[in-house]
């Protein structure tokens, strides 16, 4: 287990000679698209990983031409028609918005995705075995029937460190294609668990905060967060008006914590990009990416803001201690 004390505001080859392979490599283009503002430290950090461990699979050979577009569909179809003109033989990119329109507009361009939600059931592959369709990728969670188990252990640890109060609130952006997933897994794990579920659909920025606002004026109300480009992009308008607020929130990603929001239960992200970089070096090789089996998290990480909890006047108990992986303080 992983125990890391952040500071506040911080964020195969096909046996080729290695001349020949690194001769090969020369004009090798990875496109990585990141629907992130620039500048996004968390995000950066997880695609300096990709491009660390890509160096090492390949020998340094690799040319990365990166777009950040934001949660903005104009830009990331500009970003990609950018990718194309520039020739690049593979695109990373994660997001359950993104993966479609990589599809639709470029299908003849491998693509290797991070973090996306039910890839088979949103319609993105054919199957987590042989996924077709020039795609691959990594999975957010596992799956468990129709529903994740992830949003189950999430309500949980929520639970613990903010017992007491039965309506639970599950905030999404409906324009998400796995948003339908969320909900119907977060209705079914809150009702077997003896919750009141209910929802927040969001878009905007304004929506965010009318709906925070509303959650509020109810005592006992705590939210859960899935993994969502708009939510992640509005992550610290979450995360202060939260904690002014006086709401807790479990989130699905560990940036939501670095920036100060309460709790998060997430895949372990930057080793999911490390991996990545193994499947874009066998597309590179030769291999079909439709043919690399779509694969699932290694590990999931807790993260518990300390200076938040007290801010919320929450004790967290030393179970949730034990288990926790990185505490922000």
Request: proline share 6%; charged share 20%.
């Amino acid at each position: 287990m992983r125990r890391r004390t952040f500071l506040v505001g911080i964020g195969v080859g096909l046996g080729w000679p290695l001349v020949a392979r690194a001769q090969q490599r020369r004009s090798d283009r990875v496109g990585i698209l990141m629907p992130y503002q620039p500048g996004d430290v968390v995000i950066q950090g997880r695609v300096d990983a990709f491009k660390e461990k890509l160096a090492e699979e390949i020998s340094g050979t690799a040319k990365f031409v990166e777009q950040w577009t934001g949660d903005d569909p104009t830009a990331i179809r500009r970003g990609l028609a950018q990718m194309v003109a520039d020739g690049v033989d593979v695109i990373l990119t994660t997001g359950s918005r993104v993966v479609p329109a990589v599809q639709a507009s470029f299908p003849g361009t491998p693509l290797v995705f991070v973090g996306t939600s039910d890839p088979v059931g949103q319609g993105f592959v054919d199957s987590l075995a042989r996924p077709g369709r020039k795609t691959t990728g990594f999975s957010q969670f596992e799956f468990d029937q129709d529903r994740s188990p992830l949003m189950g252990k999430l309500i949980e640890l929520l639970g613990q460190i903010a017992p007491g109060g039965s309506r639970l609130v599950l905030m999404f952006n409906p324009a998400n294609p796995a948003a339908a997933f969320h909900r119907k897994s977060f209705e079914t794990t809150a009702t077997t668990m003896g919750m009141e579920p209910r929802t927040a659909p969001v878009r905007t920025a304004a929506e965010i905060e009318a709906a925070l606002r509303e959650a509020a004026m109810k005592v006992g109300t705590r939210l859960v967060l899935p993994s969502d480009l708009t939510l992640l992009n509005h992550r610290r308008l979450i995360v202060n008006l939260a904690r002014d607020l006086g709401l807790p929130i479990g989130f699905s990603d560990e940036s939501f914590v670095i920036e100060g929001g309460l709790l998060s239960y997430a895949p372990d992200r930057k080793d999911m990009f490390r991996r990545a970089a193994a499947y874009v070096e066998r597309i590179l090789s030769g291999e079909d990416a439709g043919s690399l089996p779509i694969q699932q998290p290694n590990s999931y990480i807790l993260t518990i803001n300390m200076t938040t909890a007290r801010a919320l006047r929450l004790d967290v108990p030393a179970s949730l201690l034990v288990q926790a992986d990185e505490l922000v303080d």
